[in-house]
Structures are given as structure tokens and as C-alpha cells.
């Protein structure tokens, strides 16, 4: 990952110790305060009984990007609860990107919208979510 894609170490740390991001293929495009980017395509074991990309997976992508997006200060945030919303079929080979925007801050807790789409711009899922920045420091 190229380091100008990330605006702070720690989302940068952050990333490179997520396992399950990675072992999912995904890939961020930018992180910053408030705002992140993240890609993933789909693949063939991602697939539902239907042959459309299983939701947990979508849902994964949209929680990593809202995970960048939410880790602004040196103290750990965790996503604290989350709505979605699939609105559109994703398929294999489809190329899904997540963008995550900060919509609320208060005190200890954040509200971010997340938008997951298709390389030709067609909505698949879209997800509100709830932080709590826990006070615990980074490791």
C-alpha cells in the first residue's frame, strides 16, 4: 500500500493488522480523518445460494471503510452498532467500493454513512453506522 494514501500512522498500522481485510482481498484507496476509500472485488467464494455476493461480505467491506474512517485520534474507536440497507445484487468479478463520511462527532461519538457501489456507479448497499471512541490507547 502506497503511503500517501493514508493521512495518519495509525490507520496505516491499523490496516496492515487486519487480517480478515486482508485475507478478503480488500484494498484501501485512501484514509483520512472522517472520509475513507476501500475496494474489494467480488470473488467466487463470496457467493450465495443465488450467485450474488453473500451481504456479510458487503457488509464487511462497508465496516472496514467506516473502521478507517472512525480511527481519527490515538485512541481506539470501534463501530458500536450499524444499519444496511442492500439495495442492488453484487456479482463475481464486480469491483465494490465502500466510501465512508463522518456525518456527526460528538463528544465520544461518531455517525458515519457508508455507500458501497459498483465500478459503473450502481448502488449495492448503503450503511449508517454508530462509533465510540473507548478511550483505550493504540497498541
Request: glycine letters at 10%; one cysteine or more; a negative charge.
Amino acid at each position: 500500500m502506497d503511503d500517501d494514501v493514508y493521512a495518519t500512522d495509525h490507520t496505516r498500522r491499523m490496516i496492515a493488522g487486519d487480517a480478515a481485510s486482508g485475507a478478503l482481498g480488500m484494498r484501501v484507496v485512501r484514509a483520512e480523518p472522517g472520509r475513507a476509500v476501500v475496494r474489494m472485488t467480488v470473488r467466487s467464494d463470496m457467493l450465495n445460494g443465488f450467485a450474488v455476493a453473500h451481504g456479510g461480505f458487503v457488509f464487511a467491506l462497508a465496516d472496514t471503510a467506516l473502521a478507517l474512517a472512525c480511527n481519527e485520534t490515538e485512541a481506539v474507536t470501534l463501530v458500536a452498532g450499524a444499519d444496511i440497507a442492500f439495495l442492488s445484487p453484487a456479482h463475481e468479478g464486480d469491483e465494490l467500493e465502500a466510501v465512508a463520511e463522518r456525518r456527526a462527532f460528538e463528544g465520544r461519538s461518531g455517525l458515519y454513512d457508508v455507500r458501497v457501489s459498483t465500478g459503473d456507479g450502481r448502488i449495492v448497499a448503503e450503511l449508517r453506522g454508530r462509533t465510540r471512541e473507548t478511550g483505550m490507547p493504540r497498541p
